[in-house]
């Protein structure tokens, strides 16, 4: 893992927040190609088990996964750097925004730009999709697990049960392997 300094992380954090359209969904690709392959600060490992637990803290998952990659980057340092960076750019952009939404939104080049947008994401949520998939479904007890768990979200089961059971499986599952090898 390379070095990384508070100016580091920020600037790094600065350009996810800058390029990062269409919320936390699209991150696993965005981070994996700054914070794994240009700079090895991370292992896809980390980075998949972060965006897990980014998912089920409440909040941003982008500004949940800043804070903990942040925070195995360079500890509370960490956390403040990457949050700044990672804030920075959405907080001016929804500011400004904000303040000239009503004159811009029916002007046909400001509606042909989130056209774009919204095609963009599909693919970036496609991406995360793909990578989550290669991670997390990897025999045939967790395609049944997904394949349950998309039954019941498809028939309206609360997703904070589903998050919980799965949660509960997936340490049970753990503490049986553990024990298995001791």
Known sequence: MQKCGFLDI???????????LGGG???????KEELIVKRNWLSEDELCDYYCVSQCLPGII???????????????KGVIAS?????????VSIVLVAHFLTKISSI???E???????????????LALKEMWQKSIVDIFSVFWFL?????????????????SSIMLGVLIE?????KNE
């Open 10 to 20: 920020f600037k790094v954090f600065l350009k996810i927040g800058v390029i990062l």
């Open 148 to 164: 349950l768990i998309l039954v019941l979200a498809l028939l309206k089961v609360n997703p904070a049960y589903l998050i919980i």
């Open 108 to 110: 046909p080049f400001i």
């Open 62 to 76: 982008a500004a949940n996964m800043s804070i903990l990659v942040g925070y195995k980057l360079a500890k509370f």
């Open 112 to 126: 042909g730009l989130f056209w774009g947008v919204n095609i963009s994401v599909i693919v970036l949520v496609y």
């Open 175 to 179: 503490v049986i392997k553990r024990r």
């Open 25 to 31: 969904y699209v991150i696993v690709p965005v981070m």
């Open 83 to 91: 949050t700044l960076g990672m804030s920075f750019s959405p907080f």
